[in-house]
C-alpha cells in the first residue's frame, strides 16, 4: 500500500479554454511529483504533451499505445513527453504522471505519462529528459487542439 | 497529509462476491483504490474486475483497454456497459497458489458534477502461462457525486484478498494558463 505522502503543490481549473498550463516555482522540499490531469480538448483529435522547464530540447521517450483495435509501440526524439495518438477527445481524459527524482542535479529526469480517453485512445510512455538541471517547472501543452473549460489539472509532491 | 485512507477492507473465510465501500466521504476530490486480489472463478488464470458506483446498472460504463500477456497485445473497447470491466490482470483458482493479483484505480473529480473518468492499471503474476498486465481508460456519462463503490467479480473473491480506498484532496492556486 502506498505512503500517504501525496502533498498538495497546485491545482487548476480551467475557466476558459488555454494552449497549456505551467506550474511553476515547484518546491523542491520532495523526492518526485506527480500531475494528474483531467484535460478536455476542444477538438475530438489532440496530445497531451509535458516539458519540463520551458525546455524544448532534449527528449526521448518509448510508448505503448492502443485504440480499441489496433496496438502501438514507438520510440521518440522529441520536444516533450507525450503520447502519440489522440489521447485528448472532447470528453475528458484521465492522465497520471510521475516525474521522479524531479530536483536532483545529478541525474537525468525521466516520467511515466500513462492515461487517455475511454472514447478514443489510451497509452503510457516513459520518457527522459536528458538535462541534469532541477526541476522548477512544469507545462503541459495541447498540442494539435486546445485544453477546453472545465479541464483540471493537480500537482503534488511525493516525499521519500 | 491529503492521501487519507478512508477503508480497507480484507476479505475473510469462504470468500465474498463482492467488496463494498459505502457512504465515501465527500472531503476529497479525488479517489484512490488499491487492490490485492484473488478470484475464486474456475473459468480461467485471468478473471474480471467489475466496478460499479453507487449501485448504477444502467449502460452507462465505457472502458478502453490496452493489454499484453508475454506475447500478444492487444486493445478493445466495452461500451455502454452496466459496469466498468478490466480484462485481465487478475488472478483466478487456476492461478499459481497465493499469488493475487494487484490494481490501481485513479477517479479524479469524484464529487464533482462533470462525467466521470477514471485511470486502471493491472497486473497479475502467475509464475507461468496466462497472467498479463492492463491500463484501461474509464468513463461514466453519470454526473452525480461517487458515494459507493462495489468491486465484484465473476464469482466470489478469495480469502485475503483486499482493497484499499484512499481519498485525495487537491490544493488550490499555483499554476499559470497561456
Same mark, same amino acid.
Given at each position: ?38 484535460? *478536455? ?55 497520471? *504522471? ?36 532541477? *526541476? ?25 | ?178
Amino acid at each position: 500500500m502506498p505512503t500517504p505522502t501525496y502533498t498538495p503543490l497546485a491545482n487548476l481549473t480551467l475557466g476558459s479554454s488555454a494552449a497549456s498550463v505551467t506550474f511553476s516555482s515547484i518546491s523542491q522540499a520532495y523526492r518526485d511529483l506527480v500531475l494528474v490531469a483531467t484535460p *478536455i480538448s476542444t477538438i475530438n483529435d489532440g496530445y497531451l504533451a509535458l516539458q519540463f522547464n520551458g525546455s524544448s530540447s532534449n527528449y526521448s521517450m518509448v510508448n505503448m499505445e492502443g485504440n480499441g483495435t489496433s496496438t502501438y509501440s514507438y520510440t521518440y526524439s522529441q520536444i516533450w513527453v507525450t503520447l502519440n495518438n489522440q489521447n485528448m477527445w472532447t470528453t475528458p481524459s484521465t492522465f497520471l *504522471i510521475n516525474v521522479m527524482d524531479y530536483k536532483q542535479t545529478d541525474k537525468h529526469k525521466t516520467a511515466l505519462l500513462k492515461g487517455g480517453t475511454a472514447s478514443q485512445s489510451l497509452g503510457a510512455s516513459v520518457g527522459r529528459w536528458a538535462d541534469t538541471t532541477a *526541476i522548477t517547472s512544469v507545462t503541459l501543452q495541447a498540442t494539435s487542439a486546445t485544453f477546453a473549460a472545465g479541464s483540471t489539472f493537480a500537482l503534488y509532491g511525493i516525499a521519500a | 497529509m491529503t492521501m487519507t485512507l478512508v477503508s480497507t477492507v480484507t476479505v475473510g473465510a469462504g470468500g465474498a462476491s463482492s467488496i463494498d465501500f459505502t457512504s465515501i466521504p465527500q472531503t476529497g476530490t479525488d479517489l484512490l483504490i488499491m487492490f490485492s486480489l484473488r478470484s475464486l472463478d474456475n473459468g480461467g488464470p485471468r478473471d474480471y474486475i467489475k466496478v460499479r458506483f453507487n449501485g448504477i446498472t444502467t449502460s452507462t460504463y465505457t472502458v478502453r483497454y490496452l493489454e499484453g500477456d508475454g506475447s500478444v497485445a492487444a486493445s478493445g473497447v466495452f461500451a455502454n456497459q452496466s459496469y466498468w470491466y478490466t480484462n485481465t490482470g487478475l488472478n483466478g483458482s487456476t492461478s499459481t497458489s497465493n499469488t493475487f493479483a494487484n490494481s490501481q484505480i485513479y477517479l479524479p473529480n469524484y464529487s464533482s458534477s462533470n462525467a466521470k473518468t477514471g485511470s486502471v492499471d493491472s497486473v497479475s503474476e502467475n509464475n507461468a502461462t496466462q497472467a498479463g498486465q492492463t491500463i484501461a481508460a474509464w468513463s461514466s456519462t453519470t454526473t452525480a457525486a461517487i458515494t459507493s463503490l462495489s468491486i465484484i467479480g465473476n464469482t466470489n473473491w478469495a480469502q485475503y484478498s483486499t482493497a484499499s480506498l484512499y481519498t485525495i484532496l487537491k490544493g488550490s492556486g499555483g499554476a499559470s494558463v497561456s
